[in-house]
């Protein structure tokens, strides 16, 4: 059977939607108003953006509406009335990162086609099966995937892929960035990204700097260009190649869609033999935007040095103004039009009569009565002339007939009439297979909480927590001695990665001999490194005794299944939750506790349902990333350590590079810390609170231990051990 593809266009705007189908894109994918991840892009208002489905329909292509950010839960609400309209025009499928969102979508409008965006962090065959059970057609991969692991999804999920084949790369795993959301309340998650990453720093060893110091530029990632791959991409699976670049020009998308529609039908067309990448094209993807050169990213390898921009971008670059001017012609101010079959009859005496056809769909409109001409009658051409003026309409005619009975007369208003309400008719009927009833809103509330339900008017005496328990997440296993001694602990959570497979269960014995639950933290990012990490340790993994597994990816509740394994599971504050809807999902999926997100502020957090646990201490992960930082400066020999990444500002933010699952980690320059917040905490009513420990040593461990104890468990005074620490979101929140 002779394969598929569609050439995915972004549209910022509506003139980027119409030099994207001018070009050859097969359907674009747009945001509205609100929800969608490029809050700054020129994004058109509801009007607008029925039109632009209107106008994809007409040209036989489809309009995607990003929905792609995650939701808080006052916001929720305004989900359905935002939805409706587009829905009932035939939008074509929502783009959604937020579980609650598309729980609610699926809900609501049970026939609107889900897409999974990259923002779900989908990584493998795992996330990929549970989003299909979940109700997604299509699943948008994690840049970072290699062919080989697309090529798994595509073998054994019937899901469509999407993946991004052009454009911009973030340096974290899109999803699990908390960079421009903690140093400036602007959250990525949100659609309102700063782009730290393209900013300078400084990478330090223990105080030494490691790279070069012209090559300060060591989170910008140069932009992803895969014409060579397009074969390879096709024959593995990925059937919708999606172009980045919603806050590009009409310009720049014009220009990337007919490249690409150029290649792909290369392929489609003529096969392996036949592929040749021109040079010149690769120079026009250049021409039209160089942020320090391009990448063909991690279809084939998992990270390198060059996929990094390292130098500064030059202030001034003349552009190809030759090339700009030829995409203006072709493409940005081009009037696109659908071919049309006419026949009109003129019969004197009779009602003009006139036959339309395209794109299957034939219509017929009835005109003025025709007259007998007095003077000189209405040739055919006469005629044909003026009905063939189809100006900024959707058409022209193909073909155009006139047939003419006896010496006619009709004057010119009639025929332009005529004309004008036959393309009403033929446009409206080509539009009307799009059109869905409006659906009837679906109020029914699904309670999911069984017991433990939040008391939003919960006192607290003293700043005294007398049901809250304190928990532990380690990631240095020389650390574990002293928490074992601190008899507030109630729970501890030890890192897979670093704590050695073959002891964990004389770590599980230890904590239950001291009287502490022990769970094991699944990775940030679960890939075939992590599956086959746990594959060879899985006889440990089960015959430990773990109290229950922290879930960290979408991956990890379907793999441990799949292995017999089938929980308490806790979902981290990682997995989002940012509403009820979502967090119940959650609770559907298995989860049997939940981490509140971190990005609400506590009048947020109140208003969520559930009973979670709240994150008390710790250096939050900013990103996590495939690319290694150590490999980028100096090389990969392997080996766990900690390097910090320095700002213009003086910050230092500490990166670990977690060498058995192949991810960095750049936490906070400053630790989170709720000491001194008891009492917005305790009218919270947490589970649980945790105390999050990366970096820190077995002092710096106890300590702080001692002091959250001390302070929210038994209101005695205390002061945390660190000079500079943060409130994270719990004050401020993000826009």
């Known amino acids: 059977m002779k394969k598929k593809v569609e050439i995915l266009a972004p549209a910022g705007s509506f003139e980027s939607m119409k030099a994207a189908v001018a070009a050859g894109a097969d359907a674009v994918y747009m945001g509205g108003s609100k929800f969608g991840a490029r809050a700054f892009a020129d994004n058109p208002d509801q009007d607008r953006l029925l039109d632009a489905i209107d106008y994809v329909h007409l040209h036989g292509r489809r309009l995607y509406l990003t929905v792609n950010t995650l939701v808080k839960e006052q916001e929720m609400k305004e989900l359905y009335d935002y939805i409706a309209p587009y829905y009932e025009r035939g939008l074509d499928a929502a783009i959604v990162q937020d579980m609650g969102v598309l729980s609610f979508l699926k809900e609501q409008f049970p026939d609107l086609p889900i897409h999974a965006s990259t923002q779900m962090t989908i990584t493998g065959v795992y996330g990929a099966a549970l989003l299909k059970k979940l109700g997604a057609e299509r699943v948008v991969t994690a840049r970072e995937l290699s062919l080989k692991e697309i090529e798994q999804i595509h073998d054994k999920v019937d899901v469509e892929i999407e993946s991004f ?74 059937y919708s190649m999606k172009i980045e670049g919603r806050m590009k020009s009409p310009r720049y998308t014009a220009g990337v869609t007919s490249i690409y529609r150029k290649y792909a039908d290369l392929y489609l067309e003529k096969g392996g033999q036949g592929y040749r990448v021109d040079e010149r094209d690769r120079k026009t993807l250049l021409d039209l935007f160089d942020r320090g050169g391009q990448t063909d990213g991690y279809y084939k390898r998992h990270n390198g040095r060059d996929m990094v921009v390292w130098k500064e971008k030059p202030a001034f670059r003349e552009g190809n103004q030759q090339l700009f001017d030829d995409l203006d012609q072709n493409f940005v101010e081009k009037q696109l039009q659908e071919p049309v079959t006419g026949t009109a009859f003129l019969e004197e005496g009779q009602e003009a009569c006139f036959t339309l056809e395209s794109q299957g769909k034939i219509v017929t409109v009835m005109g003025e009565t025709v007259q007998t001409a007095q003077n000189q009658p209405l040739t055919e051409e006469k005629i044909k002339k003026q009905l063939d003026k189809t100006g900024n309409t959707p058409f022209y005619f193909e073909s155009l007939d006139i047939h003419i009975k006896g010496g006619i007369f009709l004057p010119v208003q009639g025929l332009n009439d005529l004309r004008r309400r036959g393309l009403e008719e033929l446009e409206k009927v080509i539009l009307a297979d799009f059109i869905r009833s409006p659906q009837e809103k679906n109020g029914q509330v699904i309670d999911t909480l069984q017991s433990g339900e939040k008391n939003s008017k919960n006192k607290i005496e003293n700043a005294a927590f007398h049901n809250t328990k304190l928990t532990v997440s ?17 729970r501890i959570y030890i890192d897979g990665g670093s704590f050695p497979p073959g002891e964990w269960k004389s770590f599980v014995d230890l904590c239950h001999h001291n009287r502490k639950e022990c769970m094991i933290t699944m990775p940030h990012i679960f890939r075939s490194l992590a599956e086959n ?14 109290d229950g597994y922290l879930i960290r990816s979408m991956e990890e509740p379907e793999y441990l299944r799949s292995k017999g394994i089938k929980g308490p599971f806790m979902f981290d504050f990682g997995v989002y939750g940012l509403n009820q809807q979502a967090q119940n999902a959650f609770l559907e999926l298995g989860a049997e506790k939940l981490t509140w997100p971190v990005e609400l502020n506590s009048r947020e957090l109140g208003k969520l349902k559930v009973k979670g646990e709240l994150l008390a201490y710790g250096r939050l992960p900013m990103m996590v990333t495939a690319q290694c930082l150590h490999q980028g400066t100096v090389q990969c020999d392997g080996t766990p350590m900690i390097l910090t990444l320095k700002d213009r500002l003086g910050k230092e933010f500490p990166v670990k590079n977690h060498c058995a699952f192949c991810y960095n980690t750049i936490y906070n320059s400053a630790p989170l810390s709720l000491l001194g917040l008891e009492e917005e905490v305790g009218r919270l009513s947490p589970s649980s609170l945790r105390l999050q420990f990366t970096i820190e040593s077995r002092e710096e461990t106890k300590a702080v231990i001692r002091c959250f104890a001390k302070k929210m468990l038994y209101g005695q005074e205390a002061e ?16």
């Open 165 to 238: 084949v052009h454009g911009a790369l973030c340096y974290c795993y899109s999803g699990q960035c908390l960079f421009s959301s903690l140093i400036g309340g602007r959250s990525g998650n949100r659609g309102r990204c700063a782009q730290p990453c393209r900013l300078p720093y400084e990478v330090r060893q223990e105080g030494q700097n490691m790279g070069k110091k012209a090559e300060p530029y060591c989170l910008s990632l140069k932009d992803l260009s895969t014409l060579d791959f397009i074969p390879d991409m096709i024959e593995a699976g990925i």
């Open 474 to 490: 380690l990631e240095r296993p020389d650390c574990l001695e002293v928490v074992l001694e601190e008899p507030d602990v109630d």
């Open 533 to 546: 990490f746990f594959d060879r340790h899985l006889k440990q993994l089960k015959s430990a005794g773990f």
């Open 720 to 735: 945390l051990p660190y000079k500079e620490f943060t409130r994270g979101h719990f004050k401020r929140g993000v826009e």
